[in-house]
């Protein structure tokens, strides 16, 4: 079963994603979600002073049930999650 102990996180505003780690046993699991799901996840537009940090934290329920999920279809070291994946 995966586990989020850590809750840190952050924002890469180049590649326009939202990095943060689970945990499956020892295996640090990689997860990469896509600011544009989060911007239809929490109703935000996108600009230079979008508080991405704060949404994914009001959503972090949402997300971590999504990444688990899609975890479980993938089991990969490294996965994105898109909306399509909520």
């Known amino acids: 079963m995966i586990g989020f102990p850590n809750s840190m996180r952050s924002f890469d ?3 326009g994603t939202i990095r943060f780690s689970g945990y499956d046993g ?3 699991i ?3 979600l896509e600011a544009p799901a ?3 996840l929490a109703g935000l537009t996108r600009s ?3 508080a991405y940090l704060d949404a994914f934290d009001r959503y972090r329920k949402q ?3 999504a ?3 899609s975890y479980g279809k993938k089991r990969a070291s490294l996965v994105r999650l898109s909306f399509a994946d909520f």
Do not use: N
Request: charged letters at 45%; aromatic letters at 4%.
């Open 48 to 50: 230079p002073d979008t």
């Open 26 to 28: 020892v295996m640090e």
């Open 30 to 32: 990689r997860f990469l």
């Open 63 to 65: 997300i971590e049930t």
């Open 13 to 15: 505003e180049d590649a």
């Open 38 to 40: 989060l911007e239809r």
């Open 67 to 69: 990444a688990i999920r």
